[in-house]
């Protein structure tokens, strides 16, 4: 069975930094593109980031570009996002999403989310 | 960059209704469009990929068409467990993997 665990969400005040990192379990890791999306409070989906199986490939939505950095460890099996210059607008449920592979950029498992608030 | 739009916002319908939802990118796409699925308090589930390929284990009430910038997601007879808001999103380029505002499914 296909598990993602997102964790490392919590209160952040704006300009500080969060770590988040998703646990893969039941297939293999090293074969999927891996993906954050985000959803804010009550509002619709965001894509974040994406990383292609090998890390050959990178890619930011212009609202966190230069500010969060995507990587993957394929030895453990892992994903993580690196958000740094927090800002209120980051606040959001951040959801760690298998891609269906390095071309196809649809996620077809997702984990629970993890929340992330940014606020004073 | 190419714009999702989907329409309408919300709808409300009768158990055994047809409902429909369309999705339209502001460019070409060809047919790299998937819906999602995502119930109150819940995770978003994929439905649909490639415009029209059910994803495994989904009702065959659901259903996809369209190609290029008009796109339509189809629910044959609501039922009371597809209340939901349904998102489109395309992925023609990894560079945008842009989603649409969603449409929230009630029943009337």
């Known amino acids: 069975e296909v598990q993602l665990v997102e964790s490392g969400g919590g209160l952040v005040k704006p300009g500080g930094s969060l770590r988040l990192s998703c646990a893969a379990s039941?297939?293999?890791?090293?074969?999927?593109?891996m993906n954050w999306v985000r959803q804010a409070p009550g509002k619709g989906l965001e894509w974040v980031s994406s990383?292609?199986?090998?890390?050959?490939?990178?890619y930011y939505a212009d609202s966190v570009k230069g500010r969060f950095t995507i990587s993957r460890d394929n030895a453990k099996n892992s994903l993580y996002l690196q958000m740094n210059s927090l800002r209120a607008e980051d606040t959001a449920v951040y959801y760690c999403?298998?891609?269906?592979?390095?071309?196809?950029?649809?996620?077809?498992?997702w984990g629970q989310g993890t929340l992330v608030t940014v606020s004073s | 960059d190419i714009q999702m739009t989907q329409s309408p916002s919300s709808l409300s319908a009768s158990v055994g209704d047809r409902v429909t939802i369309t999705c339209r990118a502001s460019?070409?796409?060809?047919?790299?469009l998937a819906w999602y699925q995502q119930k109150p308090g819940k995770v978003p589930k994929l439905l649909i990929y490639?415009?029209?390929t059910l994803q495994s284990g989904v009702p065959s009430r659901f259903s996809g068409s369209g190609s290029g910038t008009d796109f339509t997601l189809t629910i044959s007879s609501l039922q009371p467990e597809d209340v939901a808001t349904y998102y489109c999103?395309?992925?023609?380029?990894?560079?945008?993997?842009?989603f649409g505002g969603g449409t929230k499914v009630e029943i009337k």
């Open positions: 039941g297939f293999t890791f090293s074969s999927y593109s």
């Open positions: 990383i292609s199986s090998s890390s050959s490939y990178i």
């Open positions: 490639a415009a029209s």
């Open positions: 999403a298998r891609g269906e592979d390095d071309y196809e950029y649809y996620f077809d498992y």
């Open positions: 460019q070409g796409i060809s047919n790299y």
């Open positions: 999103q395309k992925y023609n380029s990894a560079l945008a993997l842009t």
